[in-house]
Each structure stands twice: as C-alpha cells, then as structure tokens.
C-alpha cells in the first residue's frame, strides 16, 4: 500500500470505499482473473478533501465480460461510450462508469486510437497529470505510478513525463493545465508545463468553440481564477481563446465582492462593449441565456463607469429599470474599487433590495393596447409613442399607478399626434 505524504489524510477517500454500492459493484467486477480499481477525479478529490460527485472505475475486463457481470447481478447496465470500453453500471439508482482499461496506439492532437489493456500502470501513464492517474483497489489499497501523490501533498499540478509530448497528444490539454492549476494548486505554475503551453499554443486553434467555452468558464469559477487568468494574460494566450485583451485588475474585483459567477467574471474580465460582448459570444459559442446577459452587462457598464456624480438611491432605480437588475448589478460589482462611480450608502442599499427580490423592478404602467384602445394605428407610430412615453417614465422616477399612466398616455398620445399630422401633410 502507498505511504501517504505528511500533510494527506485518507478519510474521505475510505469514506468513499465504504459506500455499499460501491463495495457491491466491486464485489461482482473483481476476481476471475480480472481486477477492477476507483481511478481518476474521485481519487484526487478524496485526497484533495474536495466534494467526489462521481466516482469511476477502471477494470482490466472486456466491455462485454463487464456487461454480462453487471447483468447477472441484477445491475441494470447503459453502453454510454462501449466504442471507447466505457459502459455506466447502475446499481440501486447510484451511476458508476466502468471503463476497461486502454492503450494509445495513435494521436493527433485532440482524439487518439485505443486499444485494449490490462497494465494499470500502461492504463494510467497515458493521462495527463500525476494527480489524476491514481487508483485504488478493492482492499484500499493506493497505486501511484506517477509521483501524484506526492503532488497532491505539495498542491502541485505537473505533467506525465513530457509537458510538450503530451499536450501535442491533445491540446486541449492546455486549457485543463491552467484550469486544474486554477482549481487545486497553491504555489507557483509548474515552469515546465508553463513553456509548454506556450510553445504548442498554435494547437488551441484546433479546439472546438464549445470545449474551450466549458474549461474556461470552469476555469473562470476556480479558487485561483484571479492568478490563472492573468498567467493566461501574460503568456499570450488569451486572444488566441477569446480574442481579447483582458482586465485582470477587474477580474480580481469582482472575485472580492461578488459571489462566485463564471458568466460575471467572464463580463468582468473581458467585456467594455457591445463589441466584446457579440465576439464572447461568437468566439465561445455561449449559450442563449449567457450572449444575452453579456450584451446586457455591456449596455450597464457604461452608464455606470466614471458617473459623477455617482448614481443616488432614485437613479439606481431608474438604471435597473432601464438595463435590468442582473445587469446593473453585475456592472456595479466589476465597477466595485475603481474610482469612479463610489455609490454611497442608501444607493447600496437600494441595488442590493432589488438584488434580493425585496424591491420589485419597476415596469412601465403603459402598453401597446392602451394605445390602441384609443385609436392609434399599429406599427412605427405605436413603437414611436411608446419609446417617447418610457424616456419620459425613466426620467420621471419610473413611477407606477394610474395618475402616471394617464401621463403617460397623454404624453404618448401626443407623439402620435404629431406623427399622423406630419404624415398627412
């Protein structure tokens, strides 16, 4: 059994070897001649004493010999990735995956051609960094072929062997390399890895928008966002992920004031504009819900950046009906430490009750249907009416009830007056 380094405890890892659906998968995998092992993240993390949401195994058994097992048992069984030796077991509700383990005969920088093994040590000389090619057997017992554990205990993230050789094996490796750093490390970048993502940085460009999109955003929400985003920065390779020039500054003050949110850091970090903004979304192909919470944060921050004076409780709500209160919020935490605008006290504490729901977002108490209900024509008129009536609410305290909708509508009725005489002359 691995000595464990001073300073790594082992309970959560036999926390984890204790679960009684693990011990019973265990039970039916092993013996017979084959022998089936907890690898990977659940190892790390158990040593890490960090959360374990999934715990895979890997086994030297055939795809279809794991299957027949699991079967006979009563495990109901799911070919999730078979092609790759992967199948998920499902016992009493809980998923394992179960991978037989593999050897790569080829690479090209992002998929490899595996076939099957049975060498633990082959199975885990293949990964990427030392403290993700532990396993453990049944009896507890730690295999560490490649110096992880003593990583783990130095809070250290290093490559197998060559930093270059294996990133040229995939390049996305790079981003996990900084990401992985970002999440468990505590001292400085591994120099070696460090020139190596540097030197191969022309492979980022073979990576998909979506994946790069993922380790990112993952990144961005890590401990050590702050750090990475600015070794990323100063090692030339953020224009070659999202195009941009990046605020390090910014990023690290949204980190001190705002709850952990990798869509507010990603604003924070690299969004001035309305530009930024649509090229995030293009670069990193963000989901709908994401492009429209940049685009929104990209019209918030001007409206707040440098104000003097700085907003008051009254033009705090007038900005949070105007931009929405996600957006507000989100510029005013990146904001947060610059010199200007400094919100005072009652602004605070107006923008932190429409944060927590306390204070609704003000709506508008005036609608297209109330000018239609009195006769105006669908179309450019009703949008025109409608835009002059809103500059007028936000201006006015974007009040509500029924005195300020009769203004309102008066002023809105107004415009179209003047919209139709125009027209008929």
């Not at 019973?24 to 084959?34: K, M, N, P, T, Y």
């Not at 027949?68 to 016992?91: D, Q, S, W, Y």
């Not at 705090?316 to 507000?328: D, H, K, P, S, T």
Request: include cysteine; aromatic fraction near 6%.
């Amino acid at each position: 059994m691995a000595n464990l380094p001073p300073g790594l405890d082992r309970r959560h890892l036999d926390a984890i070897l204790d679960e009684p659906r693990l011990r019973r998968l265990l039970a039916v995998l092993d013996g017979h001649g084959e022998e089936t092992r907890v690898v990977g993240g659940a190892v790390r993390n158990a040593l890490f004493g960090r959360p374990v949401k999934d715990v895979d195994l890997a086994t030297t058994a055939l795809p279809q010999v794991t299957q027949a097992r699991a079967e006979a048992a009563g495990f109901k069984v799911v070919p999730t990735g078979i092609a790759h030796g992967t199948l998920t077991v499902i016992v009493a509700g809980e998923p394992f995956e179960v991978t037989t383990l593999r050897e790569d005969v080829e690479t090209d920088g992002r998929h490899a051609v595996v076939r099957f093994g049975r060498d633990f040590a082959a199975d885990a000389l293949r990964r990427d960094f030392t403290i993700n090619a532990l396993s453990v057997c049944a009896d507890g017992e730690i295999r560490d072929y490649a110096g992880g554990l003593d990583d783990i205990a130095a809070r250290r993230v290093r490559f197998i062997g060559s930093a270059r050789g294996r990133i040229r094996e995939d390049y996305l490796r790079i981003l996990r390399f900084f990401r992985f750093f970002a999440e468990y490390a505590t001292g400085p970048v591994d120099a070696e890895g460090l020139h190596a993502a540097i030197h191969e940085r022309a492979g980022l460009e073979r990576l998909s928008r979506e994946r790069i999109r993922s380790e990112f955003l993952r990144l961005l929400a890590a401990p050590r966002a702050r750090e990475t985003a600015a070794l990323i920065t100063h090692a030339g390779l953020l224009d070659r992920l999202t195009g941009g020039i990046g605020d390090p500054g910014r990023l690290a003050r949204v980190i001190a004031h705002a709850p952990p949110d990798p869509v507010l850091r990603l604003a924070a970090f690299d969004v001035a504009s309305g530009a930024d903004a649509a090229r995030l979304v293009e670069r990193l192909r963000l989901s709908n819900a994401e492009a429209a919470r940049l685009a929104a944060y990209a019209r918030a921050f001007p409206a707040l950046r440098g104000r003097m004076p700085a907003p008051d409780a009254m033009q705090i709500r007038r900005l949070v009906a105007e931009f929405g209160v996600e957006a507000v919020s989100d510029a005013a935490y990146a904001l947060d430490g610059e010199p200007r605008p400094v919100l005072d006290d009652p602004a605070r504490a107006a923008l932190a009750a429409f944060r927590s729901g306390a204070e609704p977002v003000p709506e508008m108490p005036l609608a297209g249907r109330d000018l239609l209900a009195r006769g105006v024509a669908r179309g450019r008129m009703i949008g025109a009416a409608l835009a002059h009536a809103r500059e007028a609410w936000l201006a006015g305290g974007c009040r509500g009830g029924e005195a300020e909708r009769e203004r309102l509508i008066a002023i809105a009725m107004e415009v179209a007056g003047q919209s139709a005489g125009a027209r008929s002359r």
